[in-house]
């Protein structure tokens, strides 16, 4: 039985949370042997989410409930427009990304659907379910990440996708978020509960859809 309300948000989110985190494109991306194609599709996608992804962290700065957590998370927000943001740059520069598909990419479906419910909770989420959506988003990425093998694939497209997610500083930004929504699931009631639970069982859903759409292994 998990002690934490994130712990047992996850815990009621298998068999796709486990997918996700060991997911073949991720043991592909360690390797450097995910296809160039797959990488460019998924990095292209992956850009468009970050943009919602940005919107959904602005919304939780607005909907905090004190100035200790719109710090923090206003710190997060700078690292998603620089080093981030230099990242996806690079990569598409060395992926021949083309100016088109960098600002509006034909959307795939399980793009859409994880824009739809990032959307959604930024428009009418409370603070607990739009950080139950970050929860998911950045919780699941730095588990698949810290799996990664000391040696890492030279390509840096491949190397710094990794690095971006298991690195200190991202580690100690999950850590706040999963302990800021233990705070404030606190004193959420068994209704709110169950909502951030079913929000928290779809963004996983979606992490694993994101994965198999780029994938066909
Ligand atoms: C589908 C998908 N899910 C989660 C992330 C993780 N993520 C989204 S924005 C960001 C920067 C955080 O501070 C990180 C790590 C992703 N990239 N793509």
Not at 96 to 121: C, K, Q, W, Y
Request: hydrophobic share 45%; charged share 25%.
């Amino acid at each position: 039985m998990a002690d934490t309300f994130t712990g047992w948000l996850r815990e009621r989110s298998e068999p796709d949370w486990t997918a996700v985190i060991t997911h073949p494109f991720t043991r592909a991306l360690f390797d450097g042997l995910v296809p160039t194609e797959s990488m460019r599709s998924y990095l292209v996608q992956d850009y468009q989410f970050v943009d919602d992804f940005l919107a959904l962290l602005g919304s939780a700065l607005a909907k905090a409930d004190r100035y200790a957590s719109r710090l923090a998370i206003a710190g997060s927000i700078a690292v998603v427009t620089s080093e981030e943001n230099t990242y996806f740059q690079r990569a598409f520069d060395a992926l021949g990304v083309g100016e088109a598909d960098r600002i509006s990419p034909r959307l795939h479906d399980a793009t859409v659907t994880f824009r739809e419910l990032m959307n959604d909770t930024n428009a009418r989420g409370s603070y607990a379910e739009v950080l139950t959506v970050l929860v998911v988003a950045e919780w699941s990425y730095l588990e698949w990440a810290v799996r990664a093998p000391a040696t890492l694939p030279e390509n840096f497209v491949h190397a710094e996708w990794i690095t971006l997610h298991n690195n200190p500083e991202f580690r100690r930004w999950v850590d706040w978020l999963c302990g800021e929504l233990d705070r404030v699931g606190a004193d959420l009631d068994e209704r709110d509960r169950a909502r951030c639970l079913r929000l928290f069982q779809e963004a996983t859903r979606c992490e694993r859809d994101f994965f198999d759409a780029h994938w066909s292994g």
